[in-house]
């Protein structure tokens, strides 16, 4: 069975289901419903039936809310969209690049690995780090260029705050001896495939509603239960 399920959606009636078939939210909603690439988009929007978080369902979402706080109507003002996250990697130290010696400033562009999904990176010097910053350049998951230079520490973890979908180099600002290795890997941060303009959001873990911090700046989310390799995750968002 799929890991997201979608029951009825040209009737009035939608349901997102997990994987043992127990429906975590029902949506019910007017003519103008689209799906497109395990991406649903609900312009316009009834009502729903709180099963995904346990409080406020309506207002945390920046609908419009009635009387009833699970009843709203009108078209959505932004659009509020649902994304399923399959398994994520659990963050680490080398999957982008295992430990490599960056004694020049030439860039490295081989050996990188591409996030399995946007994410932001950790950078990791070794013990022997004598000094010079490390900048790394890829695209975002919009596809923008983009750059993120990491402190020129002793030696140690520094965790990035942008989202990678692709790393294509990284650079060190100055030339000294060997012995300086380098890894890169991935962070617990997951970049969302669309813009969002709010900070709210609603997750779903194993058909268990829990806490999420959504950033409008990198378009991000962190769930609290961290990526494993092996969790899934549905996220509905404002955009």
């Not at 099963?51 to 406020?56: D, M, R, S």
């Amino acid at each position: 069975m799929p890991l997201l399920t979608i029951v009825n959606l040209s009737t009035s009636d939608t349901a997102f289901q997990d994987p043992t078939g127990v429906t975590g939210m029902v949506i019910h909603v007017g003519a103008s419903a689209t799906v497109t690439d395990k991406v649903v988009t609900l312009n316009e929007l009834q009502s729903i039936e709180a099963q995904l978080v346990t409080e406020a369902t309506a207002s945390r979402i920046s609908w419009t809310v009635k009387d009833d706080p699970d009843s709203v109507s009108d078209s959505l003002v932004p659009a509020a969209r649902l994304f399923l996250f399959s398994a994520p990697a659990a963050k680490g130290t080398t999957e982008v690049r295992a430990l490599h010696d960056v004694a020049t400033t030439d860039a490295i562009t081989a050996g990188i690995t591409n996030p399995g999904v946007p994410r932001n990176l950790r950078v990791t010097k070794a013990a022997s780090w004598d000094g010079g910053t490390i900048t790394v350049v890829g695209t975002d998951q919009f596809d923008a260029a983009i750059t993120e230079v990491f402190p020129a520490l002793v030696a140690g973890l520094e965790v990035g705050t942008k989202i990678f979908k692709t790393v294509t180099s990284f650079a060190r600002s100055i030339a000294l001896a060997g012995g300086t290795g380098v890894s890169i890997g991935c962070g617990d941060l997951i970049g969302i495939p669309v813009r969002v303009d709010s900070a709210y959001g609603m997750l779903s873990l194993a058909g268990v509603s829990e806490a999420v911090t959504v950033s409008t700046t990198v378009h991000s989310f962190t769930p609290t239960s961290l990526p494993d390799g092996v969790s899934n995750y549905i996220l509905l968002v404002n955009c």
